[in-house]
């Protein structure tokens, strides 16, 4: 039996309108005052229309066919593809959130989230291209060179032109610092660079259904220092242009190699060599050596992107597995076992099977509430001019994004795992969608900086940013909304949420201690643990948020399943999923150092 791709709006609509409440907050300002609600509404219908009419048709097949690389380096990309690009040009949908005139819709930020989510779930590895060329739009937009850099992000919003990051070279790999790759001045007076070297993992580094590319790559201009000091950003187009953006000759930079993976198949993931055959021209983006600076900006997007796919993953991989669960017959109910006549039930009635379902529904619902609640934090900050409030925002932001980017990645190839164990055997055939959900989704831990390199970041650079003081004004925040939730009759579930927040404190004090004893290796040993601890207390504190507004909004409307769902997924939560934080945080703070041990690998 099929399973339809199917999208839960009324989930995506309780985060967007009853929980927190975008229209009302973006309402109130000059940018989006004249969206309203059903404005959104009508929005996501047609996201939802694209996804299940445009996006999903090619998602199985762009799987099983990928791309093929021609002896000139020219990618043909799957079958659908170009079609599918020009239906989200024509719709605007390569980047929601940028300025009409420049052929986005306008939308918030929140928007491009929900958009992701559901186009994601659609079809992962088709998402790939639009969304590193909206992300290298807003860069060219706001660094790139004066005399073309609003033509380029026009080019690039409006899905004329595609977009690439290139960071990541051979033998450096996520140690940016290493790079090798060199940018010579022509000495022509032109602006013009020449660049030498090699990028390889780089997504959508080359395609058949754009007038042109624009790759933004990281390189060392002559007397550079070593290091990410030393870097500096370039727009290098795949075809030159001119003033009018009016394609021209072919540049030195060309694809040589394509990678065959274990999963988003669709997506070109290219080895691209830069200056190997004919020169590579590009341009200086923004101050000779703050390319890594820049760069960050691109990738602390595309984290929250990262993020946003692993929204949509869960979700893909819940709404398949339940809908298997509750039309997939087999075997009687356990009361019944012995009784060869009982009647055969769907699988949904066993009661493990129930519990991996609330496991992934309750999950990928609190994920997205989280990650959505970033994107209108961006949204926001942009339309205020209150600089203290604005400051706060974007400081909890930066806490919190590599938290949602590792933990939700984690949990997101989790519950697709959790997905296939639903259907069993026939979970694990290619056939049946959510064998390629869980290929699809690894990659998410590891791009964009592994989930590794994220803990390290958190422990290392966000929390301790201004002294620890934005983890502490987190962490008050955290316990006045448990204090309002306990007077509202939450307060069991309040009580356990506050011991996993004091044990989060404590993980957090220890390692401080350790880092300043000198002990930098013991301490970063439990930079994972740690933040799983702090993604585990994250989501459920999003899990009693969601419990609170569901119980009121039962008093104003009445029960339905959805909000039932909410007020059983908090004590769900709390029962199953919350004891790992306490669990976790044991593990931070119990000395252990054996892994440092260094004969254990010789």
């Given at each position: 039996?099929s399973?339809p791709?199917r999208?839960?709006v009324?989930?995506?609509e309780?985060?967007f309108?009853?929980?927190?409440?975008?229209?009302r907050?973006?309402?109130?300002t000059?940018e989006?005052?004249?969206?309203?609600?059903?404005t959104?509404?009508?929005?996501?219908n047609?996201?939802v229309r694209?996804?299940?009419?445009?996006?999903?048709?090619?998602?199985?097949?762009?799987?099983?066919e990928?791309c093929?690389?021609?002896?000139?380096?020219n990618?043909?990309?799957?079958k659908?593809?170009g079609?599918?690009?020009?239906?989200?040009?024509?719709?605007?949908?390569?980047a929601p959130?940028?300025?009409?005139?420049?052929g986005?819709?306008?939308?918030?930020?929140?928007?491009s989230?929900?958009?992701?989510?559901?186009?994601?779930?659609a079809?992962?590895?088709?998402?790939?291209?639009?969304?590193l060329t909206?992300?290298?739009?807003?860069i060219v937009?706001?660094f790139?060179p004066?005399?073309?850099?609003k033509?380029v992000?026009?080019?690039l919003?409006?899905?004329d032109?595609?977009?690439?990051?290139?960071?990541?070279?051979?033998?450096?790999?996520?140690?940016v610092?290493?790079?090798?790759?060199?940018?010579?001045?022509?000495g022509?007076?032109?602006?013009i660079y020449h660049?030498?070297?090699?990028?390889?993992?780089?997504?959508g580094?080359?395609n058949?259904?754009?007038?042109?590319?624009?790759?933004?790559?990281?390189?060392?201009t002559?007397?550079a220092?070593?290091?990410?000091?030393?870097l500096?950003?370039?727009?290098v187009?795949?075809f030159?242009?001119?003033a009018?953006g009016?394609?021209?000759?072919?540049?030195?930079?060309?694809?040589?190699?394509?990678?065959h993976?274990?999963?988003?198949?669709?997506?070109?993931?290219?080895?691209?060599a830069?200056?190997?055959d004919?020169?590579?021209?590009?341009?200086?983006v923004?101050?000779?050596?703050?390319?890594?600076?820049?760069m960050?900006?691109m990738m602390?997007?595309?984290r929250?992107?990262v993020?946003?796919?692993?929204?949509a993953?869960a979700?893909?991989?819940?709404?398949?597995?339940?809908?298997?669960?509750t039309?997939?017959v087999?075997?009687?109910t356990l009361?019944?076992?012995?009784?060869?006549?009982?009647?055969?039930?769907t699988?949904?009635?066993?009661?493990?099977v129930r519990?991996?379902?609330?496991?992934?529904?309750?999950?990928?619902?609190?994920?997205?509430?989280?990650?959505y609640?970033v994107a209108l934090?961006?949204?926001?900050?942009s339309?205020?001019?209150?600089?203290?409030?604005?400051e706060?925002?974007l400081?909890?932001?930066?806490?919190l994004?590599?938290?949602?980017?590792?933990?939700?990645?984690?949990?997101?190839?989790?519950?697709?795992?959790?997905?296939?164990?639903?259907?069993g055997?026939?979970g694990?055939?290619?056939?049946?969608p959510?064998e390629?959900?869980l290929?699809?989704?690894k990659?998410?831990?590891?791009y964009?900086?592994?989930?590794?390199?994220?803990a390290?970041?958190?422990?290392?650079?966000?929390?301790r940013t201004?002294?620890?003081?934005?983890f502490m004004?987190?962490?008050?925040?955290a316990?006045?909304?448990?204090k309002e939730?306990?007077?509202?009759g939450?307060?069991?579930?309040?009580?356990?949420?506050?011991?996993?927040?004091?044990?989060?404190g404590g993980?957090?004090?220890?390692?401080g201690?350790?880092?300043?004893?000198?002990?930098?290796?013991?301490?970063?040993?439990?930079?994972v643990p740690?933040?799983?601890?702090?993604?585990?207390?994250?989501?459920?504190?999003?899990a009693?948020e969601?419990?609170?507004?569901?119980?009121?909004?039962?008093?104003?409307?009445?029960?339905?399943?959805?909000?039932?769902?909410?007020?059983l997924?908090l004590?769900?939560?709390?029962a199953?999923?919350?004891?790992?934080?306490?669990?976790?945080?044991?593990?931070?703070t119990s000395?252990?150092?054996?892994a440092?041990?260094?004969?254990?690998?010789?």
């Open positions: 039996m399973t791709f999208v839960d009324d989930d995506v309780f985060v309108f009853d929980l927190l409440q975008a229209d907050l973006l309402g109130d000059e989006y005052g004249e969206l309203d609600a059903d959104y509404r009508a929005t996501l047609e996201i694209v996804a299940t009419e445009v996006l999903h048709p090619i998602n199985a097949s762009g799987d099983r990928g093929k690389l021609d002896s000139d380096g990618i043909t990309t799957p659908g593809y079609d599918a690009w020009r239906t989200m040009a024509e719709g605007g949908w390569i959130a940028a300025p009409i005139e420049h986005g819709v306008g939308m918030p930020r929140i928007v989230l929900v958009t992701n989510d559901v186009f994601g779930a079809c992962m590895a088709f998402m790939m291209y639009p969304g909206a992300a290298a739009a807003r937009d706001a790139g004066g005399a073309t850099n033509m992000a026009g080019k919003f409006r899905g032109w595609g977009g690439t990051m290139c960071l990541t070279e051979s033998g450096a790999g996520s140690s610092g290493d790079n090798r790759c060199k940018a010579t001045p022509s022509d007076d032109d602006g660049l030498e070297g090699e990028k390889i993992f780089i997504s580094g080359d058949d259904f754009t007038e042109n590319i624009i790759h933004l790559v990281l390189a060392r002559p007397g220092p070593e290091g990410t000091k030393g500096s950003l370039f727009m187009p795949k030159m242009f001119d009018e009016k394609s021209g000759a072919r540049n030195g930079a060309k694809v040589v190699g394509i990678e993976k274990m999963g988003i198949n669709g997506s070109a993931t290219c080895t691209l830069l200056g190997a004919q020169p590579c021209a590009g341009w200086l923004g101050k000779e050596r703050e390319g890594i600076t820049l960050f900006k602390n997007e595309a929250v992107g993020a946003g796919q692993a929204v993953t979700n893909a991989a819940y709404n398949f597995a339940v809908q298997y669960a039309e997939r087999q075997g009687s009361q019944n076992f012995k009784d060869a006549d009982a009647k055969r039930v699988i949904s009635e066993h009661p493990d519990r991996m379902l609330m496991t992934m529904q309750v999950l990928a619902s609190t994920m997205r509430s989280a990650v609640r934090g961006h949204d926001l900050v339309t205020s001019s209150d600089e203290k409030a604005n706060a925002i400081d909890e932001m930066d806490l994004i590599p938290v949602l980017k590792a933990h939700c990645t984690d949990l997101g190839f989790e519950i697709a795992s959790t997905a296939v164990q639903v259907y055997g026939y694990f055939i290619g056939e049946y959510v390629q959900v290929r699809d989704s990659i998410q831990s590891i964009e900086g592994t989930n590794g390199i994220q390290l970041d958190l422990l290392g650079r966000k929390m201004t002294s620890g003081a934005v004004t987190w962490m008050q925040k316990q006045a909304s448990l939730a306990t007077a509202e939450f307060e069991t579930q309040c009580a356990a949420l506050g011991k996993a927040i004091g044990q989060l993980a957090a004090m220890h390692l201690q350790l880092a300043r004893g000198g002990k930098i290796d013991p301490a970063f040993l439990q930079a740690f933040l799983k601890t702090f993604g585990v207390v994250l989501l459920g504190l999003e009693l969601q419990a609170r507004v569901a119980k009121r909004l039962i008093g104003e409307r009445g029960e339905s399943p959805l909000l039932k769902r909410k007020v997924g004590d769900f939560y709390v199953n999923i919350l004891p790992g934080a306490v669990a976790y945080a044991k593990t931070v000395g252990d150092e054996s440092l041990d260094p004969s254990i690998f010789e």
